[in-house]
């Protein structure tokens, strides 16, 4: 009788333990590789990774600003920031007549990104370049606001409000929907780190504890209103007008951004608060997104 050759058996995947994920494990670092140079692009204006210092910031990888600024809920913070300055008329008058956010939405949001990503992580003279250029452009905006009251961008009290408004936020984002927790000790750490931005900037007697800032926010309470330059700048944050693919997502970020809204801020907004909603839907789904988000913003490069 003629002898049948047979193959040898296959051994099963689950021979060698993580089998499986040598195959399946660089296929989806490529996905989340080139999942978080698109959000660098978007955000930032540009696909390059976080770079270290070249020589010591004005913080260094320690501190309380390096943990906040480096979490994706920082989206959520910029928007809500955005949100509470359209209740400033002043200061709104001055981002309607000598912003570009219409007619340039992104390229404001690179810059700002930028700012922060130079100050937060970038060296001494890096951060130091990046204020002396914007105080420069500051220097150039002024005038008067519809209500005939008179703005210069430099003025310590706006920019006070504007820094209030941004650190408030920041930080309000990361203890909502960021990654981990973070301790009332370094959140006043925060603070007080902020505040060596802003005084290089123009801020005078920047907050140095969260208890300071809460005041210092809230003391803006009776300037604060709708005007017809706010209404305008809220439709246009509520309903920016971004690329199919991206609408959904920063659907999630701008109702976490209100759901996190101050209760005395959403009144002068006249933005009613769904509690249940808020708890149950948009709150989770924005928290998991950020969680996302930096997921691929953390990938191996």
């Given at each position: 009788?003629?002898?049948?050759?047979?193959?040898p058996p296959r051994p099963p995947l689950t021979t060698e333990p993580g089998l499986r994920w040598r195959f399946v494990t660089p296929a989806l670092d490529e996905i989340r590789s080139r999942f978080g140079l698109s959000i660098r692009s978007l955000v930032a204006g540009s696909a390059e990774p976080r770079r270290e210092p070249s020589g010591p910031g004005l913080f260094g990888p320690d501190s309380a600003t390096w943990e906040v600024h480096a979490d994706a809920?920082?989206?959520v913070g910029g928007i809500r920031s955005l949100l509470l300055q359209t209740?400033?008329?002043p200061?709104?008058?001055?981002?309607?007549?000598h912003s570009s956010y219409k007619s340039d939405p992104l390229g404001r949001l690179h810059r700002t990104s930028q700012f922060l990503g130079t100050t937060t992580f970038g060296s001494v003279a890096e951060a130091e370049q990046a204020i002396a250029t914007v105080r420069k452009i500051h220097e150039r905006v002024e005038g008067t606001a519809p209500d005939g009251t008179g703005y210069r961008a430099n003025d310590p009290h706006l920019l006070a409000w504007v820094h209030a408004t941004e650190v408030h936020s920041f930080l309000d984002a990361k203890r909502r929907f960021g990654r981990g927790t973070i301790s009332d000790?370094?959140?006043d750490r925060y603070v007080a780190e902020m505040a060596v931005v802003g005084k290089k900037l123009g801020v005078i007697d920047a907050p140095r504890s969260t208890t300071e800032l809460d005041a210092a926010l809230r003391s803006y309470e009776p300037e604060l209103r709708l005007t017809s330059q706010s209404r305008e700048a809220l439709w246009f944050i509520a309903f920016a007008p971004l690329a199919v693919p991206l609408r959904a997502p920063y659907a999630v970020l701008f109702g976490g951004a209100v759901s996190s809204l101050p209760r005395w801020a959403r009144r002068k907004l006249w933005i009613p608060r769904l509690p249940v909603t808020e708890r149950m839907a948009v709150r989770p789904a924005a928290q998991a997104l950020t969680r996302v988000l930096d997921w691929g913003?953390?990938?191996p490069q």
């Open positions: 009788m003629t002898e049948v050759s047979q193959s809920a920082m989206l209740l400033h008329p200061t709104m008058a001055g981002v309607a007549e000790e370094t959140a913003l953390t990938s």
